[in-house]
Structure formats: structure tokens, C-alpha cells
């Protein structure tokens, strides 16, 4: 193998790190699969330090060529499709189904894949506050009302929250907002059970990729990358609490008190 | 209690949608998150009481389920454990907390914060628990079912 066709492998190698980590999987994942890919490939050398933010990558022993490459990661937004599908090639690399070319181009594919769209994101969160307000107690009437806030969480999140606000201000902002419409909506009429529409409400918010990722890496010991996505989990849910929070202040404030 | 079943697996799916589930697992996350709830449902006593263990409980039977298809369908786990988890989280404990400080009620507030934290240590624990049990043992239960 020449130098050349080694520094193919260990980009699509890495390559494949990267959209891993950038869309939710866990840290031995990410590593298990870059290595996969390389020694399929015949790059025995291969190195990987993998951060919850970071790739480290370095090659080389003499025998094969040197190769060091750093790649700093900005964690997106969670796709687990992505995911699925770089795990499913890296079990057909490791099936001797595709040259590194054709694997490179199924990766670029896998890059492209579109996202769902944004009404189905919306209804999905509609639905979803809707069916765990009646979960938590709540009647049908008031999972209607949830499923109404969720509706225009999810229209604030996409619109609003994820283009411009940071996490920490577009969770406090998104969960104040459901308080909000909520406290509004009972105010109009529409539903009884106040406490479950809101809890119902705010469960599209809930980190969970970031936290059960955040113990699964804990677990392997990867102390590091589980403490930060935990650290991310732990904020994320306290921003929640204190967006409730501002919105039954809020809310007491315009309603006079008795609201609640 | 069939309602209630049948709201935790559509909340599941839907919940789903959100983090990108490929839409042909959406089924299997909903039953998973089903069976996670009416799990919880049982192990909670007469009186509402004892919610730790019920989540420990429910969290340990998702995970379990969560490896078999992952395995079963060749998938990572994360795309059934992150569903599965969704009835269990403790937004209950969240709102409550949230209210109680609001309200000043600090003594209140640090009881239902507290409760919240115990929910989330379950779900932890029973992740760990379950994650320990070798991939061998689950393959070697699928190859008998498969014959």
C-alpha cells in the first residue's frame, strides 16, 4: 500500500468519526469504528483519541507513512439516522462489500442525507407533548392544550432557538414559552389539569441523546467526554426548571396570583 | 392503564421523530417505551409510592429490550435506549421543583428536586446494570429463538 492509498483510508476513517460524534453516538463507538475502518483496509498503525468535541488521529510506525491529523467538532444537532446508517457501512466495509472510493462516496451520501422535515419535527412535538401530558395525569382535553404549546415550541425551536439563540437562552426562552401558553390556554377555557400540560409540554425539550450517551460513556470509562455530556444534560435540565420557573412568574404577575 | 400504556408509546414515537429515529424503527421504540411504562405502572405500589425502584425496574427492562433489537435488527442501541427512556425521565420532578421555588416553598422545593435526582440516579444505575451483561449472552439467547 503506498503512502496514498494510506491516507485515503485513515480520511475516510476519520471522516466517519466525525459524523458519528457530531450526531450522538457514544465515545467507543466512534473509536471502534474508525479502527474497524482501517485495519479492514490494512493501516495497522492506526491511533485514535476520541473527545466529545475533539478527534486526535496519528498513523505511522516506520513501515507506513506519517499521519497526524487534529479535528475539532462542533456536536450538532443529534440525528441518530446518521448514525445508524455510518454504523451499517462500517459493517459492510468490514463485510469486504466496497474499495475505499466507493465507501468514501456512500459517506459523503450519508453527509447529505437530508433532514427530516420541519413540519413532521413540529407534529412530532405536538404529538409527543399531547400524549405525555395524558401520561402525567392529564384528561384529553388537556392533551389537546399540550399538544398545541408543543406545536408552537417546535416552530419556535426551528425558526428562533436553533439558528440564533445559544442552548442555555434557547431552553430557558422555549420553556417559559410553553409555560406561557399553557397558563394562557387554561386561562381561555381549555383544559383543567394545569401542572400536567405543562409537564407534558416541556418534554420535547428533554436532553435525552446527551444524557443516557453521558452515562454510557461514563460506564466505558471514558470519564471525560461522559462528565462533559453530562455536564450538558444537567444544564439543559436545569434550564428547563428555570424557564419554567420565569413562566409562572409571569404568568402570576399578568393573572394577579391566583392562577395557580 | 390501557390508555396510559397507549399514550407512553405514542409519546415515544413522537419524541422519536425528534432525535432522527429512522422512521423503520419507530415501532419498536413505541413498544419499547410501552413496555418501559406499564413496567414502572406495576412496580409502583398501591399507593403511588416507591418511585425509584419502579424506575430502576422499568429502566432495566428497556435496556434489555433495547440490546435484543439492537442486535436482532444489526442497529445501534442508542436509537432504542434514548426512546425507551423518554416515559421514564423525570419531568414531573422538574415542573415540581421549578413551581415550589417559585411559590417559595423551599422546603417543598428541595423534596420533589430531591426525588427528581433519586429518579435520574435510578435510570443511571439501572443503564450501568444492564450494559454489564456481555454481548455474548444476548447473541446466543437470539440464536436459540431464531432456531
Known sequence: ?260 | MIMSVLSAVIGTIALSVLVGVPSVYYLYCGAIGGVGWLVYMIALNPAGQGEGVATLLATMTVLLLSRFVAIWKRCPVTVFLVAGIFPLVPGAGIYWTAYYIVMNQLQLAAQTGYEAAKIAAAIVLGIIFIFEIPQSFFLKILRKFSG
Open chain 1, 1 to 260: 500500500m503506498n503512502d496514498h492509498q494510506e491516507e485515503a483510508v485513515l480520511e475516510l476513517a476519520q471522516q466517519a468519526g466525525h459524523v458519528l460524534l457530531e450526531n450522538g453516538a457514544e465515545i467507543f463507538r466512534v473509536e471502534e469504528t474508525m479502527e474497524r475502518i482501517c485495519r479492514y483496509y490494512g493501516v495497522k498503525s492506526e491511533n485514535a483519541f476520541v473527545l466529545s468535541n475533539g478527534i486526535f488521529m496519528t498513523a505511522g510506525d516506520g513501515r507506513e507513512g506519517t499521519f497526524a491529523r487534529v479535528q475539532q467538532i462542533l456536536v450538532g444537532r443529534t440525528n441518530l439516522a446518521k448514525v445508524t446508517a455510518v454504523n451499517q457501512l462500517s459493517r459492510e466495509i468490514a463485510e469486504g462489500r466496497y474499495d475505499v472510493e466507493e465507501a468514501r462516496k456512500i459517506l459523503e451520501e450519508i453527509k447529505r442525507m437530508p433532514e427530516k422535515r420541519k413540519i413532521v419535527k413540529i407534529l412530532g412535538s405536538a404529538v409527543g407533548s399531547g400524549a405525555f401530558c395524558c401520561l402525567l395525569g392529564g384528561t384529553l382535553e388537556d392533551g389537546l392544550a399540550a399538544f398545541l404549546a408543543g406545536f408552537i415550541l417546535y416552530i419556535y425551536v426551528l425558526q428562533v432557538a436553533n439558528p440564533y439563540l445559544s442552548r442555555i437562552v434557547g431552553t430557558i426562552g422555549g420553556s417559559a414559552l410553553v409555560t406561557v401558553i399553557c397558563g394562557l390556554a387554561h386561562q381561555c377555557g381549555l383544559g383543567t389539569r394545569l401542572n400536567s400540560m405543562i409537564i407534558g409540554s416541556i418534554m420535547p425539550l428533554i436532553p435525552g441523546v446527551p444524557f443516557t450517551n453521558g452515562i454510557r460513556d461514563v460506564a466505558n470509562e471514558d470519564y471525560l467526554s461522559g462528565s462533559v455530556r453530562m455536564l450538558d444534560a444537567t444544564l439543559i435540565f436545569f434550564c428547563i426548571a428555570i424557564g419554567v420557573g420565569f413562566g409562572i412568574s409571569l404568568l402570576g404577575t399578568v393573572t394577579g396570583g391566583d392562577l395557580l
